[in-house]
C-alpha cells in the first residue's frame, strides 16, 4: 500500500526486542525506529508510552509486565503490538482485550510464525481441498536450547511469572491451532520439569517452578483433533515436524526446507516452502512487521495478523494446558 506517513515505533524489550524486533522495524520501509527501553527503567517505558513522537508501542517485555505497558501504551493513544504468551494469565489478556476495544486502538499480538513459509503453504493447501477435511494434526519440536548451553534461571523458569514452555512456544501451535482449525472446546496436558534446578546469572540456585516440555491434546470445535509434544530440555537438536492429516491425504513437513503432500490416490509431491534460501527465522517477522505497519496506516487489524482478541483465545487454552 502507499505510504502516506511514516509509522514511528517505539519497542520496550532489551532481549528479543531489541535483538530482533527494533533492527527490524528500523530496515523496514515506512517505519521510524525511535527509541528501543529496557523494561527495568520505569520512568522510560512511562515516557516512551506518553510521547507524542510514536505511533506503535511494541512491548517485549517479560509476560509478567504485559499488563501494565500494554495499560500505559494505550492510556498514551498508541496502537500497540504485544509479544507472546500474552499475559500471565486468561484474565489478565482479556483485560488487554478490554483495554484496547475500549480505546479503539489498533492491537496486536506477535504471531510472528503465522507469517512463515510452512505455515502458509499448509494452509494454502488445506484452503485448496489438497487433502480434504482435515481430521487430526499432530506438531513435534525437540530442541536443547535450554539445556546445551544451559540456560540460566530467569521468568522463562517461573510459573508466577508467566514461564514455561507452553507460553513460550506452545502458544504459536496454539494458535496456529486457533487460526486453522476454529475455537478449541477441549485441552489437556502433561507437563515435564526437567532440569529442576538452574543458577541465575550470579550462579545462585533456584527451583524452576514452570515446565520445559509437555504434551497435549485439543479438540476444536469443528471436531479436528491436536496433538502438541515438545521439549526445550532435550539432549539434541530435531528438526520441527508437523502432520496434518486429512480425508484424502495428509501433509508433513520437516523442518523449513521440505513439505511433502501425498494424496489417497497415491499422488506425493516434496516442495520447498523456502526455496530462495534467506533467513528464516527473520523472514516472519519482516513479514509481520509489514503487516503490523500497514495496520497502522489504515487503522484496522486485517489479513493474517493475530489481535489481542486472539492472544486472549491462545491464553484460554493455554490456562487449561497448565490446570
Known amino acids: 500500500m502507499s505510504q502516506e506517513r511514516i509509522v514511528r515505533v517505539g519497542v520496550i524489550g532489551t532481549g528479543f526486542g531489541a535483538r530482533v524486533v527494533a533492527p527490524v522495524f528500523d530496515e523496514l520501509e515506512g517505519c521510524e525506529l525511535v527509541q528501543v527501553v529496557t523494561p527495568r527503567d520505569v520512568q522510560a517505558v512511562r515516557a516512551l508510552c506518553a510521547s507524542n513522537d510514536v505511533d506503535l508501542i511494541s ?62 503453504m499448509v494452509r494454502s493447501l488445506l484452503e485448496e481441498g489438497a487433502i480434504g477435511d482435515a481430521l487430526h494434526f499432530q506438531s513435534t519440536m525437540f530442541t536443547s536450547l535450554s539445556r546445551t548451553p544451559l540456560r540460566p534461571y530467569g521468568w522463562l523458569f517461573d510459573a508466577e511469572r508467566g514461564g514455561g514452555w507452553i507460553g513460550a512456544f506452545g502458544s504459536h501451535v496454539i494458535d496456529f491451532a ?62 520441527q515436524r508437523m502432520l496434518v492429516v486429512g480425508t484424502k491425504g495428509t501433509i508433513e513437513t520437516e523442518g523449513d526446507h521440505l513439505l511433502v503432500l501425498q494424496t489417497e490416490d497415491g499422488i506425493r509431491q516434496e516442495l520447498d516452502p523456502n526455496p530462495h534460501g534467506g533467513d528464516v527465522y527473520k523472514m516472519p517477522m519482516q513479514r509481520w512487521a509489514e503487516a503490523v505497519r500497514d495496520a497502522v496506516l489504515r487503522g484496522e487489524v486485517l489479513g493474517d495478523l493475530a489481535s489481542f482478541a486472539d492472544g486472549a483465545a491462545c491464553a484460554e487454552v493455554m490456562e487449561q494446558l497448565r490446570r
Do not use: Y
Open 178 to 239: 486457533l487460526w486453522t482449525f476454529g475455537e478449541v472446546d477441549a485441552a489437556t496436558a502433561f507437563r515435564q520439569t526437567t532440569i529442576r534446578q538452574r543458577p541465575d546469572a550470579d550462579g545462585a540456585l533456584h527451583e524452576c517452578s514452570a515446565e520445559d516440555g509437555f504434551a497435549a491434546t485439543l479438540r476444536s470445535s469443528t471436531g479436528v483433533t491436536t496433538v502438541i509434544d515438545t521439549s526445550v530440555a532435550a539432549p539434541v537438536e530435531l528438526p
Open 59 to 120: 512491548i517485549h517485555s517479560p509476560p509478567f509486565l504485559h499488563l501494565d505497558h500494554v495499560t500505559q501504551a494505550i492510556a498514551g493513544g498508541h496502537a500497540v503490538a504485544c509479544d507472546k504468551p500474552f499475559g500471565t494469565s486468561a484474565e489478565e489478556a482479556r483485560a488487554m482485550v478490554a483495554l484496547a476495544t475500549d480505546a479503539g486502538v489498533v492491537n496486536v499480538v506477535n504471531f510472528e510464525f503465522r507469517f512463515d513459509a510452512k505455515h502458509q
